[in-house]
């Protein structure tokens, strides 16, 4: 029985991390928007990735998604 819960308990926290695991999107940008980015990045000292993705979720905010 004990054996039983330990092996249900594995599988769950494998689900867990499966499902939030990262997912990728590639999207290609102008030279101009990449710049800003870039330099956003660097004056407000983030990754470019968390602007994006700040950027992207505000987006889907405010469309009701």
Not at 18 to 33: G, M, Q, W
Not at 34 to 52: C, F, P, Q, W
């Amino acid at each position: 029985m004990e054996r039983e819960s330990s092996r249900l308990r594995l599988q769950e926290l494998k689900q867990n991390k499966a499902r939030e695991s990262k997912h990728f999107v590639n999207c290609p940008l102008d030279y101009d928007t990449k710049k800003r980015l870039e330099r956003a990045a660097s004056e407000n000292d983030l990754k470019m990735t968390v602007i994006v993705k700040a950027a992207i979720d505000q987006f889907l905010k405010d469309n009701g998604y």
